[in-house]
């Protein structure tokens, strides 16, 4: 593997993380206490992230995106990590990958207006009865007619309050559940029998909902479809490999990051007992540990972005990356709060908003003891393959 950056990375990185410094991250206290970003404001930046090219990066240049790998997207998202998930997702657009498996007039309907930022998209798979085992959901669909009809439950569906249209997680064949019976229906936001049930209210996470969906004999025309009939589960699970690396791995870097630099900053002008507490062994410790995690990590990440990029599946290894990143950034989130204090328990620092926005990374897309679960199965029966 070369470790070696391309200059045109260089750029782009740099430009990133100097957009999110300068335009993005003062918005965050306002988003913040108000839960929800200032709409002007919002515009204002976004058109500028737009204008700049650094919307939807994500996607190929086929579909209107920035044709960014999965590695060199990774180091995107380093510096799209140093601020809120609120901000990266208003700002600079979240924009799955699987949309480029739309086909025919799907494409022109759905997934050209999503990259451009005319349409928000939400994905729905999480049920209250299905969170980790995503082939356990109980939403269905069966043919009547021309028409799908669908029933169900969603919960915890980011965006699921303001998209345009749901990309939904449903059982088409039961019989052939474990094998080809799972399908990705589209539900646009004004079809009957498509309610938001609440917004479910969150310890972190602020800025933008989190909803319940019910679906309640939804009709839906039979064409509707993500992908072909039957293959929602191998289209989902295609791609969120990149989407746990970029949006969990390397994010939690990007932020973890941040939070180092706040310690290191603070542990060499703070000063207590006459001298700064940076001289101290523990608050040393504190900064070296989260130092060598925040590096660790980095490599991880890249390497296994890297062996994505080449055609392999490294699927150990995002299981790996998910775990070590999610619980590494809690770590270093609270020992920054520890360097910092009582300052750093207070809400006039950031500190406490990633401490809480860290939380949920060691949950969402898979537990990290679910993943500690598929680790160990593949290691007993093939033994560490690196």
């Known amino acids: ?14 430009a990133v993380g100097r957009f999110v410094r300068e335009k993005v991250q003062p918005l965050e206290q306002e988003t913040e206490e108000a839960a929800q970003i200032p709409p002007e404001k919002l515009a204002k930046v976004r058109a500028e992230a737009q204008e700049l090219g650094l919307f939807a990066m994500n996607m190929s240049e086929e579909v209107g995106g920035a044709g960014l790998g999965v ?4 180091l995107v998202e380093e510096q799209l990590g140093q601020t809120s998930d609120a901000l990266i ?3 600079f657009g979240q924009v799955y990958p699987m949309l480029e498996a739309f086909e025919g007039e799907l494409r022109d309907k759905y997934l050209y207006p999503t990259v451009k930022g005319d349409k928000i998209c939400a994905m729905a798979i999480t049920e209250p009865g299905a969170g980790s085992d995503a082939a356990a959901i109980k939403t269905n669909a069966y043919l009547d007619g021309d028409e799908w009809v669908l029933n169900g439950t969603k919960h915890f569906i980011s965006d699921g309050d303001i998209a345009d249209y749901i990309i939904v997680m449903a059982v088409t064949d039961a019989e052939k559940r474990a ?10 936001k004004d079809t009957p029998g498509f309610t938001v049930a609440r917004n479910q209210k969150m310890m972190g996470h602020r800025g933008y909902g989190h909803a319940e969906l019910n679906f309640d004999d939804v009709r839906i025309p039979k064409g509707n479809v993500l992908g072909e009939v039957g293959n929602g589960f191998k289209v989902m699970m295609a791609n969120v490999g990149g989407i746990r690396l970029g949006h969990i791995g390397a994010r939690a870097v990007g932020m973890a990051s941040r939070v180092l630099e706040m310690m290191r900053e603070h542990a060499a002008t703070r000063q207590q007992f006459g001298q700064p507490i940076g001289d ?31 055609g392999l599946d490294p699927r150990d290894k995002v299981s790996m990356v998910k775990v070590q990143a999610s619980e590494m950034l809690g770590r270093v989130a609270d020992r920054g709060i520890q360097v910092f204090g009582g300052y750093g328990f207070t809400k006039e620092l950031p500190l406490e908003r990633i401490y809480r926005d860290a939380r949920v990374t060691r949950i969402y897309d ?5 993943h500690r679960m598929l680790i160990a199965r593949s290691v007993i029966k093939r033994g560490l393959t690196l």
């Open 366 to 370: 898979g537990t990290s003891e679910v």
């Open 1 to 14: 593997m070369d470790f070696t950056i391309s200059d045109e990375m260089k750029m782009i990185t740099d």
């Open 71 to 74: 590695m060199d997207m990774c």
């Open 89 to 91: 997702r208003r700002i």
């Open 280 to 310: 101290f062994q523990m608050v040393q410790q504190m900064i070296a540990d989260s130092a060598m995690e925040i590096f660790a990590t980095r490599m991880m990440v890249l390497n296994t972005a890297w062996e994505v990029d080449q």
């Open 179 to 188: 094998r080809g019976g799972i399908s990705l229906l589209i539900v646009d």
